[in-house]
């Protein structure tokens, strides 16, 4: 698909990019989902 020109995004991607701003009310309440899914794994190994 990324040959033909299509563009290939993570779900972790979209979800960043929904967030907008995470020092607001919908960033915020992102943050902990984002952490346990994706950042813990990285942190904690």
């Known amino acids: ?3 033909a020109g ?3 995004a993570s ?3 979209i979800t960043a990019e ?3 701003d995470w020092a ?3 960033g915020r309440s992102m943050q ?3 952490y346990e ?3 813990k ?3 904690e190994g």
Do not use: F, S
């Open 11 to 13: 779900t972790n991607q």
């Open 18 to 20: 929904l967030a907008i």
């Open 41 to 43: 794994h990285l942190v």
């Open 6 to 8: 299509v563009g290939i």
């Open 24 to 26: 607001n009310e919908t």
């Open 1 to 3: 698909m990324r040959k």
């Open 37 to 39: 899914e994706v950042l």
């Open 32 to 34: 902990p989902i984002m």
